[in-house]
């Protein structure tokens, strides 16, 4: 994967599903992001931010 992390700015949700290979940071600023079965949130080089007033939602996913 050619992405290197990302920044969740707006008010609704994302949702992550499948093998997500990614190195970057993930930062969730306002709304939620919900992993999903089988879901990955990237590999454990970068870091998983999330900020007050916003949601992580895990659903028989995987962290790193």
Request: charged share 5%.
């Amino acid at each position: 994967s050619n992405l290197t992390g990302f920044t969740k700015n707006c008010s609704g949700a994302l949702q992550l599903s499948g093998n997500n290979t990614f190195d970057g940071n993930i930062t969730v600023n306002t709304g939620s992001l919900i992993v999903l079965s089988g879901g990955t949130l990237g590999s454990t080089v970068g870091s998983t931010t999330i900020k007050g007033g916003a949601n992580l939602t895990l659903s028989d996913a995987t962290i790193g």
